[in-house]
């Protein structure tokens, strides 16, 4: 807990791309989690063509999902670790010299 709350103290301007990277992240898993939940479901009530299109259409938009919070985290939440040591340096150092 200690170092999650170094953590958040010392974000400042970058907690912003921290949270939605997170949440996006957050968000992704559960995506990632209905898509065997949805196959299980609707084969175990048998596959009609209309419980087809179902399943296809709630697969589909998990899929999306994880696609659209991998591209979150991979654009935002990679880079935000590279610019998170830099911040940490230069108040580090800002530090040092007063």
């Not at 200690?2 to 400042?12: G, Q, S």
């Not at 997170?22 to 559960?30: K, N």
């Not at 880079?79 to 998170?84: P, S």
Request: hydrophobic share 50%; charged share 15%.
């Amino acid at each position: 807990m200690e170092t999650f709350r170094y953590l958040w103290k010392n974000l400042d301007h970058l907690r912003g791309r921290f949270v939605f990277a997170f949440v996006s992240g957050m968000a992704g898993g559960i995506c990632g989690f209905y898509i065997p939940y949805f196959l299980a479901k609707f084969s175990a009530a048998g596959l009609t063509t209309e419980n087809l299109w179902r399943v296809l259409w709630f697969l589909g938009l998990c899929w999306i999902g994880i696609l659209v919070t991998s591209w979150v985290i991979r654009t935002y939440g990679e880079v935000t670790g590279v610019h998170f040591k830099n911040h940490l340096k230069s108040k580090f150092f800002k530090q040092l010299e007063a």
